[in-house]
């Protein structure tokens, strides 16, 4: 996926490990502004660092520039493109046992920070070389090829007050590991400058699982007469998956109108209202979450929308669907432009509703703003394309559909990180479910952890990369 083979991966890393082992990588020399960066300046074993003098950055190191006095690691860019630069210590670690690293950095003149101002941990042996990856992944790709620890990327969280963004992360260390080869970088960001608090690496416990029991309703409304109909039809299977010790179950689309032959307007109510208040006591009921597929009024206009409810039986908040088919504008349904996502006791869970699936800009937006799950009422879509957002977006998929897994257009499942259905409701009136691990990511041969690398290689939309982002 990031044009690298596995053997290139494995080159590279054994080429930057012999670099460092005869000390050709280029150590600091002065900052703009003029301040020595000399390795007796830095912290003990900190050098600056870069594959080729070219595209060499400067470096300098400020005693108590960091937040709450630690030190700063400072680089900086002048004008030139493609600079690339990186403050590199190494770290003593035993495999196996877990390691917490954390550090904050505050950057200048930076337009797309998330792909410029990025920390990497290498794991290696005591010679330099890249380590075996423990219990690597049985995935359908790359058949016989021996999986690597490859690169992490810790995850960059919120900006304080002073403008000190935090970036850290927790990881067990591979078994033939002996060495945890930090780098801070900066690059491709001409004219900018960032300044690194000194980073820890220290033994801690391992990261406890984080499993959520996820549900899909394979179910289609009909017989019914009004929208509560309907909804009353809905109770016993959502009584079915809290007997499965669901957290989240998905119902299906615009579920208040399907099979009552009226019009959209004639459904269409509040949200929250008579669907959110009906879902909400069986959400209390349960103490489960809900996401229902519903049609709003508010005021003139008509939203498709999907309603998460909490166990605590309150509207947690609402996503109203951005794409819209030909015939819901000849329908009178409004357009939504906001891909909210709402934290749960779980986790982070975002929503979007059928027609939105064929296109990659919902799942990657919502998966941009923090989603880990992705609730999907859907009438029908190309299940290939339901792979392919779980797949491309390493979040897990619950889809609950209206067409019959015959038809081979959609299924209600649920999806994985690797795109596959790790669990389908094949009858009409059944509930699937299947138990995941939030805190546990897949690595893939070659790639890693891709859904850390997603943000640091994802590109900018043209217009955001000329006038930088929003969030880093």
Request: with cysteine; proline share 8%; charged share 25%.
């Amino acid at each position: 996926m990031n044009g690298r083979t596995g053997r290139g991966a494995g080159t590279r890393m054994r080429l930057r490990g012999t670099l460092a082992i005869a000390g050709l990588l280029l150590v600091v020399g002065v900052s703009r502004g003029g301040e020595p960066s000399t390795a007796a300046t830095a912290p003990e074993g900190w050098s600056g660092a870069s594959l080729r003098d070219e595209i060499r950055p400067d470096f300098a190191y400020k005693p108590g520039g960091g937040p709450e006095g630690r030190g700063g690691l400072v680089i900086s860019a002048d004008r030139r493109e493609g600079l690339d630069g990186c403050w590199r210590k190494e770290f003593s670690v035993v495999g196996g046992r877990w390691y917490q690293f954390r550090t904050d950095y505050r950057a200048e003149g930076v337009a797309v920070p998330r792909r410029s101002v990025v920390a990497e941990i290498r794991w290696t042996d005591d010679r330099g070389r890249s380590v075996p990856l423990d219990n690597p992944p049985r995935l359908k790709v790359l058949r016989g090829f021996t999986s690597m620890a490859e690169p992490e990327f810790p995850a960059t969280l919120g900006a304080d007050d002073r403008g000190w963004t935090e970036v850290s992360g927790t990881y067990r260390a591979p078994s033939g590991a002996s060495r945890a080869i930090v780098e801070l970088h900066l690059r491709w960001s001409p004219e900018s400058s960032v300044c690194w608090s000194v980073p820890t690496l220290a033994e801690t416990q391992p990261l406890s699982p984080r499993k959520v029991r996820l549900a899909t309703v394979h179910f289609r409304p009909s017989g019914g007469k009004t929208p509560d109909d309907n909804r009353r039809m809905y109770e016993p299977l959502i009584a079915e998956a809290a007997r499965k010790k669901a957290d989240l179950v998905v119902l299906g689309e615009t579920l208040t109108y399907a099979g009552l032959r009226k019009s959209f307007a004639e459904v269409a109510e509040p949200v929250p209202g008579p669907s959110t208040e009906h879902f909400g006591r069986l959400a209390k009921e349960h103490h489960l979450y809900i996401v229902a597929g519903l049609v709003e009024r508010d005021g003139r206009l008509l939203y498709n929308v999907a309603a998460l409810i909490g166990p605590d039986g309150e509207l947690v908040g609402k996503y109203r669907k951005v794409c819209l088919p030909r015939g819901e504008i000849d329908d009178g349904i409004t357009p939504g432009t906001d891909y909210p996502v709402f934290p749960t006791r779980f986790g982070t869970v975002g929503m979007m509703v059928c027609y939105d699936g064929f296109f990659p800009e919902v799942a990657r937006e919502l998966t941009n703003r923090g989603a880990e799950v992705i609730a999907w009422p859907v009438w029908g879509c190309n299940p290939t394309l339901a792979r392919a957002r779980a797949c491309e977006n390493h979040v897990y998929l619950v889809s609950s559909t209206y067409e019959d897994v015959s038809r081979d257009w959609m299924t209600s499942a649920i999806f994985d990180h690797t795109g596959e259905p790790i669990a389908t409701a094949r009858d009409w009136g059944t509930v699937a479910i299947s138990e995941v691990d939030l805190n546990q990511p897949v690595r893939w041969p070659s790639l890693g952890d891709f859904k850390a690398e997603l943000p640091r290689h994802r590109p900018a939309p043209p217009s955001q990369a000329a006038t930088g982002e929003t969030r880093p």
